[in-house]
């Protein structure tokens, strides 16, 4: 954690492991070929330790952060240490989140949409897992024994970072399993980002400790209501700064 002094105290700020994504073409879902400008993904989920200074900021009382959202109250995740990914929080709560952080860092920090994390997920040869295109026994926390596929069936989160060999080609950890991540767009009209109040479902990413081979596929997608928490749900966070 970063640690900031301020008149009426001191303010933990989580620190962001940043990956750099490049500009270009890559495969989208079924073999569309689509275009990004370049970007930045944080390389693990949200932990626990992290969220936590949100709510330690004041984040759930702060009007500024919860525009246009709905704003529940805090959930404590199933699994609490401090290095397991953030669950039990829905979609308004994890914009809430990426808005604070916004401010406190200075630049803008938001939820990836679904293409941004498929691309960091496929890589430039659009993989079906981050990978590989076939399932590896031990490279993702997920139900391997549903289908006989592999011995491990953890049945709880782990902290993140722990299946190092499940990374994609950029780097990234953790977007096969574990959680699944909530992303910006709508579910059913994908060209939606923008926050609002009417339910619309979100997408969700990358299966959880809880599912199978199929719903870790990178291209797998899933959508649910925005105010739905479950303790297989978390998020990680994007910035679309300039890469220098």
Not at 73 to 82: D, G, N
Not at 85 to 112: D, H, M, Q
Request: hydrophobic fraction near 30%.
């Amino acid at each position: 954690m970063t640690v900031t002094a301020l008149r009426s105290g001191t303010l933990l700020i989580p620190d962001i492991a940043w990956v750099e994504i490049p500009g270009g073409p890559f495969i989208y879902q079924d073999g569309q070929r689509l275009d990004l400008p370049p970007f930045r993904i944080a390389k693990y989920p949200v932990t626990n330790c992290q969220y936590q200074t949100f709510i330690d900021a004041g984040g759930y009382q702060d009007e500024r952060w919860w525009q246009d959202l709905v704003r529940p109250e805090p959930e404590v995740s199933r699994w609490p240490q401090p290095n397991r990914p953030k669950t039990n929080l829905n979609w308004y709560e994890a914009v809430a989140f990426c808005r604070w952080l916004s401010v406190i860092e200075g630049f803008e920090i938001r939820l990836p949409d679904e293409q941004e994390w498929e691309k960091a997920a496929r890589g430039p040869k659009g993989l079906v897992y981050p990978w590989g295109n076939e399932y590896r026994s031990g490279f993702a926390n997920i139900d391997e024994k549903y289908g006989n596929t592999g011995p491990w069936y953890l049945e709880q989160t782990v902290a993140v970072g722990l299946y190092p060999n499940g990374q994609s080609s950029y780097g990234v950890e953790d977007q096969s399993g574990n959680v699944w991540e909530w992303c910006l767009n709508k579910y059913d009209d994908p060209d939606v980002r923008t926050p609002d109040m009417n339910g619309g479902r979100r997408v969700l990413r990358g299966g959880s400790w809880i599912d199978d081979t199929d719903d870790a596929r990178s291209v797998h997608r899933d959508g649910y209501y925005p105010d739905d928490r479950y303790d297989s749900w978390g998020f990680r966070v994007l910035s679309s700064l300039p890469i220098r």
